[in-house]
Structures are given as C-alpha cells and as structure tokens.
C-alpha cells in the first residue's frame, strides 16, 4: 500500500519497496491453517470441529481473510443445525467438507478436511 491508498499486487520473486512510501499490506500464508469450532449442539450433543484450510488463490480469498473465522464457523454452526446433517458419524466429516467447498469456491479458499468431535 501506497501513502494516498494506492495499491498494487507484489507477485512472487524480489521486489523493492520504498520504505516511507510503501508498506506491505499483508502477508498471507499459502501453507494452510487450522479454525476450531467449539459449542455445536446437535440431538443433545455438544460437538466440536476443527476445520483445516489452505488459501489457494491470495488474490481473490484476500476478500474474505479478515472475516474467514467467522465466516467458517457461522457455516459449521448453520450446517450442523440442518436438517440434511448425517447421522452416520463416519459421513459427517465428509459433508461437512464437501458443504464448506461448495459454499468457498468462488473466494479461493478450500477446506482440505473437517475433524468433529
């Protein structure tokens, strides 16, 4: 980011940034990263999951990654709490993923895997 507002995209590789003029705006970790979900309440239960990402694309998931831990766990609350949530344990984890994706394709991010306890 630019004194004034302006912005531009630093791809990979070296690059020179005027340290009174410029600052990096963010950082972002493509290695992936983790989001617990604690206080799921289904049938009496009370469950917990942990919801494993990875960014994909920085350019169009740099939209979503100041809300992403909200935006994840208002969705694992929601899709928890419908009425199409599997009952086999062994399938749960595996909606909750496919659900998650569908729901993140467009912002280039993608949930790799869903643990629920």
Do not use: C, M
């Not at 208002?74 to 709490?81: C, G, N, P, S, Y």
């Not at 909606?95 to 394709?105: E, T, V, Y």
Request: aromatic share 6%; hydrophobic share 45%.
């Amino acid at each position: 980011r630019r004194v004034g507002g302006h912005v531009r995209r630093v791809g990979p590789g070296t690059h020179f940034v005027l340290p009174l003029l410029e600052r990096t705006a963010r950082k972002i970790n493509l290695a992936g990263a983790s989001l617990v979900v604690d206080g799921l309440e289904r049938d009496g239960q009370t469950l917990r999951a942990t919801v494993f990402y990875q960014v994909l694309d920085a350019a169009r998931a740099e939209r979503v990654l100041d809300d992403l831990g909200r935006v994840l766990g208002d969705a694992t609350r929601a899709l928890v709490a419908d009425a199409e949530f599997p009952a086999d344990v062994a399938s749960r984890a595996r909606w909750l993923k496919q659900a998650h994706n569908a729901r993140l394709r467009e912002s280039g991010v993608f949930v790799a895997r869903v643990d629920l306890g």
